[in-house]
């Protein structure tokens, strides 16, 4: 049976009783599900603009999805609590960035828009210097270079980028292509992943909301600028389970098909997919070991290898028997 965007394997059923939809949830239980894009300024680094956060907050634990150089501004997706069992899979979307890189001599337009063409697609690059990973060679993809200005030496471009890509070196090696040399004089990233810079608020926009629901019980701007857990995986296909699925999953076990409800039309094998409950609760997210086509036609069997749970236990009722 087909609804929407998604395959029914079997009609849900759930409980009032138990859990709870996202935005139903309290301020506490919002804020330690949640994550904030934080318009990153610049001077600190990525790990102060996470500590900031925490203790703004008075959270135990924060995390981010993507480092910005201390000198670079833009979107910084940070995690909170729960939410921060998300970073390992987000901190790989790709990037986005609006970038000046300014040549070390004059050159013509015709070239300078030949030598961008040149690097759009997959290209070899090391780290620099400066930068904390390991210094060895390796490929990253230039999704798409578009020059938005060219002012003298100063060039104007939006990049949009495999995690991983340092514009840093890319504008090196690009001025090295032009004959006269060139380095990137300021950096703003716009987007990284699903998060965009639209979406983003300043540090001082979340402590303003966090001290009025505090002293005024006014819940509405933290509401707005803490989004779900669950806003961060919208864009990764979706299994919808049976609450009676729910605590064996929490406990670590793999999906089987017999407690699968509805599965997205889009689930692809190998790919990653986010495990919900009727009531729109992400509760873990995996490796699909079918497409939903497969799944479809399944009557028993594990259809996904669990991965990262997100959902603490004994929120649902524990109807399954351990060996």
């Not at 759930?14 to 939809?21: A, I, K, L, N, V």
């Not at 790990?47 to 924060?62: D, G, S």
């Not at 990653?272 to 699909?288: D, P, Q």
Request: glycine share 8%.
């Amino acid at each position: 049976m087909k609804l929407g965007n998604y395959y029914v394997i079997e009609e849900v059923q759930t409980s009032e009783e138990y859990g709870c939809p996202p935005n139903k949830r309290s301020v506490e239980e919002h804020i330690k599900k949640g994550f904030v894009c934080i318009d990153k300024p610049r001077g600190p680094s990525s790990h102060e603009v996470v500590v900031w956060v925490r203790n703004i907050l008075n959270v135990k634990k924060t995390g981010h999805a993507g480092t910005l150089d201390p000198r670079v501004t833009g979107v910084l997706p940070v995690f909170i609590e729960t939410a921060t069992k998300l970073v390992k899979f987000l901190q790989e979307s790709g990037k986005e960035y609006v970038c000046v890189m300014r040549l070390h001599g004059d050159v013509r337009e015709e070239e300078i828009r030949k030598v961008f063409r040149m690097f759009i697609g997959k290209i070899y690059q090391k780290p620099p210097l400066k930068s904390a990973v390991k210094k060895q060679l390796r490929i990253r993809e230039i999704y798409s270079m578009q020059i938005l200005e060219i002012e003298g030496r100063d060039i104007l471009f939006k990049v949009s980028t495999e995690s991983g890509t340092y514009i840093r070196k890319l504008c090196k090696d690009m001025g090295e292509v032009l004959g006269v040399g060139a380095h990137m004089q300021e950096l703003r990233r716009t987007r990284t992943g699903e998060f965009v810079e639209s979406e983003s608020y300043t540090l001082q926009d979340l402590l303003d909301a966090y001290i009025f629901w505090k002293e005024e019980g006014e819940e509405r701007y933290i509401r707005e600028i803490i989004k779900p857990m669950e806003a961060a995986v919208s864009s990764i296909p979706k299994i919808v389970i049976k609450d009676t699925a729910v605590d064996a999953i929490c406990h670590g076990a793999n999906l089987s098909i017999k407690g699968v409800a509805m599965v997205e039309k889009n689930v692809k094998k190998d790919s990653t997919v986010a495990i919900f409950t009727a009531k729109g609760e992400l509760v873990a997210l995996g490796k699909a070991l079918f497409s939903a086509e497969e799944m479809l036609e399944l009557k028993k069997g594990i259809v996904v290898d669990v991965e990262r749970v997100l959902m603490e236990r004994g929120v649902y009722p524990s109807v399954w028997k351990s060996k």
